[in-house]
């Protein structure tokens, strides 16, 4: 089945910081990718859609100026949480893909603001 | 908004037992997709299901679409602890992305 990665998979960092966390499809061509936002022992929420070379979309409530969406490639898409705050510590977990396939998810990254 | 509503949320069983975890919707659903997690983990796809009244099995696993396209279940057999995990329900509303709305998920914790 298709792979999708994400780096880093743990990283802690300090409040007012902001973070990179990178998705990439790695075996075949992702035209959307998403971003998703999981609490302990709860659901996905969708965060946002990304097109490859257009703006992202984001869900209701989802503040666009703190996380910043980049889908420059069709293989590469990233999520920066701007001014990062003890709040927005959670598991962030992206998805690919191809057409309208299916989505392959990735492993996930945790973060952790002190 | 279309909203999945998935129960139960917390299950607890000894090995060997079965169980059955539903998925509920007031809205039609293009396609469903099951998925299972494990902690510190991305989702993993267990399986699809497109047209009502279809019935898919996966080993111990049965799962069943709603002939009406807004329900599923997922029914296990015989429980391992290998099972334990979040099982996810997810529908695709259609339309030009394929857009997931995620159930609440049910954390199954199977005893041994």
């Known amino acids: 089945g298709a792979v999708v990665s994400q780096h880093p998979s743990r990283v802690i960092c300090k409040s007012g910081t902001s973070v990179k966390i990178e998705c990439r499809s790695l075996d075949f061509q992702a035209t959307t990718m998403f971003w998703y936002r999981q609490f302990p022992k709860q659901s996905l929420m969708l965060m946002a859609t990304?097109?490859?070379?257009?703006?992202?979309?984001?869900e209701q409530g989802v503040e666009k100026d703190k996380f910043l969406i980049n889908h420059a490639s069709l293989t590469l898409s990233t999520l920066t949480v701007t001014s990062a705050h003890p709040e927005d510590s959670s598991f962030y977990i992206c998805?690919?893909?191809?057409?309208?396939?299916?989505?392959?998810f990735g492993p996930g990254t945790r973060l952790t603001v002190t | 908004t279309q909203l999945l509503e998935q129960s139960p949320q917390f299950l607890s069983i000894q090995e060997g037992e079965n169980l059955t975890v539903y998925c509920n919707s007031s809205?039609?659903?293009?396609?469903l997709q099951w998925y299972r997690q494990e902690p510190g983990e991305g989702p993993v796809l267990l399986v699809t299901v497109v047209t009502g009244g279809e019935v898919k099995k996966l080993k111990r696993l049965t799962f069943q679409f709603g002939d009406a396209r807004k329900d599923s279940s997922l029914h296990i057999t015989a429980a391992q602890p290998g099972d334990t995990g979040l099982y996810l329900c997810?529908?695709?509303?259609?339309?030009?992305?394929?857009?997931?709305?995620f159930g609440k998920g049910t954390l199954l914790t199977v005893n041994p």
């Open positions: 990304s097109n490859e070379g257009s703006k992202a979309t984001y």
């Open positions: 998805s690919a893909q191809q057409g309208l396939g299916e989505q392959y």
């Open positions: 809205s039609v659903f293009s396609s």
């Open positions: 997810a529908g695709d509303s259609g339309g030009s992305n394929y857009k997931l709305t």
